[in-house]
């Protein structure tokens, strides 16, 4: 995240500012990148077929 700061800015409003922002912010999981695929296809045959396109 990229904040521009246009002009002069104490501390007080710049901590005020990102304190805001954190609070906003929720929180990311990866938990949505695991587990199987649910794609409908026969895990061994789309191995074969894609290990055959190799070579």
Same mark, same amino acid.
């Given at each position: 995240?990229?904040?521009?700061?246009?002009?002069?800015?104490?501390?007080?409003?710049?901590? +005020?500012?990102?304190?805001?922002?954190? +609070?906003?912010?929720? !929180?990311?999981?990866? !938990?949505?990148?695991? /587990?199987?695929?649910?794609? /409908?296809?026969?895990?061994?045959?789309?191995? +074969?077929?894609? !290990? /055959?396109?190799? /070579?």
């Amino acid at each position: 995240m990229v904040i521009k700061i246009n002009g002069v800015v104490t501390k007080e409003k710049l901590l +005020e500012v990102i304190k805001m922002l954190s +609070e906003n912010e929720q !929180r990311k999981t990866l !938990r949505s990148h695991f /587990g199987k695929l649910k794609r /409908g296809v026969d895990s061994l045959g789309y191995q +074969e077929k894609t !290990r /055959g396109e190799w /070579g």
